[in-house]
């Protein structure tokens, strides 16, 4: 007896895969294809903003007797001590609600040791630039020669590391003389320490774009190839408010040198530094 063999014949079915999308309308694969570049978006600057570092003081820059000193001791010790010019730096620390305690990191104005401040840069999370607002019209050149060098060195910075908010603080409002008529001494401390600072960069400006060179400008051995003086505004001409490295606030203050007043001996802070440390307040928690 013959036995015959029969092989089972095995059939191969591969699955059709369909693509989800076919079911879409155009107008729904259009929607989809948007919500996938923005959602790539937010993840690529999520990543940039989380990769750029930001720092954590406050530095106090400036020309020599501005009162930088002076307000440094009255933001640590809620009073004015007495104080000299300043040869070497000076780091302290300060209490500012909701923050907490802030570094503040004082640079000397003498020419010879103010460029100190770019060590420092990296770590400043915000810049007051003090300046003497009874005698800017006397010392404007020189006053706007030293901004010129901060302006520089923030635009100069990397793109990895954020700006520091720059403050220009006119300092020294209660020796301002003014007229009933011309607003408080803390407006017109402001409005001339803008008007004059800006005259002067503008000087600068010009004789760099036409090709003068700013040497005799401020101090004698000055570079002549520093920037940070772009603007956005018409013809370039340099303004605060087009100031392309950035915001640049101002605020005017003062300080009573000398003993503690009853109040202030209390923890009641009398001093003109309220619209620095309001400033500061708002710096610091700002995401």
């Known amino acids: 007896m013959g036995v015959e063999s029969q092989s089972d014949e095995t059939v191969s079915v591969t699955p059709e895969v369909v693509p989800f999308t076919n079911g879409l309308s155009p107008q729904s694969l ?10 790539l978006l937010l ?35 809620t009073g004015t001590l007495p104080s ?14 909701p923050v907490g305690i802030l570094p503040v990191i004082d640079i000397p104005g003498h020419p ?45 910075l990397p793109p990895s590391h954020l700006a520091p908010a720059l403050l220009i603080l006119a300092n020294k409002c209660d020796l301002m003389k003014t007229a009933t008529s011309s607003g408080s001494p803390t407006e017109v401390a402001i409005s001339r320490v803008r008007t004059i600072l800006e005259r002067e960069l503008e000087k600068r400006r010009e004789a760099q ?14 570079r002549s190839d520093i920037g940070g003086l772009d603007c956005s505004g018409p013809g370039g001409i340099f303004k605060f408010a087009d100031w392309e490295g950035g915001e640049v606030d101002f605020a005017g203050t003062w300080v009573n040198v000398g003993e503690l007043k009853d109040d202030e001996k209390e923890g009641v802070a009398t001093d003109g530094l309220a619209s620095l440390r309001s400033w500061l307040g708002a710096t610091f928690t700002m995401t």
């Open 43 to 77: 993840v690529i600057t999520f990543s940039r903003r989380k990769s750029r570092s930001r720092g954590t003081a406050l530095l106090l820059v400036g020309p020599s007797d501005a009162g930088k000193t002076a307000i440094l001791s009255t933001l640590a010790f």
């Open 112 to 156: 010879r040791i103010r460029e100190q401040f770019q060590e420092h840069l990296v770590n400043a999370r915000a810049v007051a630039f003090v300046v003497d607002a009874s005698t800017i019209s006397r010392n404007g050149s020189t006053v706007a020669e030293h901004l010129h060098h901060v302006l520089h060195a923030i635009t100069s």
């Open 30 to 39: 259009l929607l989809l294809s948007l919500a996938l570049v923005v959602g």
């Open 209 to 222: 774009s036409g090709g003068m060179g700013v040497e005799g400008l401020g101090a004698e051995g000055e």
């Open 84 to 97: 000299h010019t300043s040869l070497q730096v000076n780091t302290s620390l300060m209490p500012l609600s």
